[in-house]
């Protein structure tokens, strides 16, 4: 019931923007959460997968204020309008990048990128190995050089 010395992180807000840090993913729904984090981001990144980990029943924690048909139909809206959402933002990215790479032209092939990528790094491994090969030459040109002996020297 006590804690001595200061938090790592304390987390504050209302009921729905922690119901909404839950059902999130953890490294993007506490940063677009109403929630004030202050202190230590990874701890409380940490506390959000445990929560989601614990699987709080929601519908049965809110029943108690909503009733339970009720919070039961909020939250089936709650979970078809965020995969809709998802789905639907996941088909106009692609319906964008394909428009973008068929009909304007404005965006490469992935096999015109992909044979340009593979000439880079041919070209960066090349540049490797020749910067490897100059610093050999400088190292040995810089290497004092043993004079043989004469014929007048002991």
Do not use: C, M
Not at 37 to 59: C, H, M, P, R, Y
Not at 133 to 138: F, G, M
Request: glycine share 6%.
């Amino acid at each position: 019931t006590e804690i001595s010395g200061e938090p790592d992180v304390t987390i504050a807000g209302n009921l729905a923007a922690f119901a909404r840090a839950g059902f999130g993913i953890a490294h993007e729904s506490l940063k677009k959460s109403d929630l004030e984090v202050i202190g230590n981001a990874e701890t409380a990144q940490q506390f959000q997968t445990l929560s989601q980990a614990l699987k709080i029943d929601w519908q049965r924690f809110l029943s108690r204020y909503l009733g339970y048909r009720l919070t039961g139909s909020i939250l089936a809206v709650a979970r078809a309008g965020r995969a809709w959402t998802r789905d639907t933002l996941d088909a106009a990215q692609a319906d964008i990048a394909e428009y973008l790479r068929e009909e304007a032209r404005w965006l490469p092939d992935s096999s015109e990128t992909d044979a340009f990528h593979a000439e880079v790094d041919t070209l960066r491994a090349d540049a490797d190995r020749l910067l490897a090969r100059i610093d050999r030459l400088q190292a040995a040109v810089q290497r004092p050089q043993l004079t043989p002996p004469t014929a007048n020297s002991p």
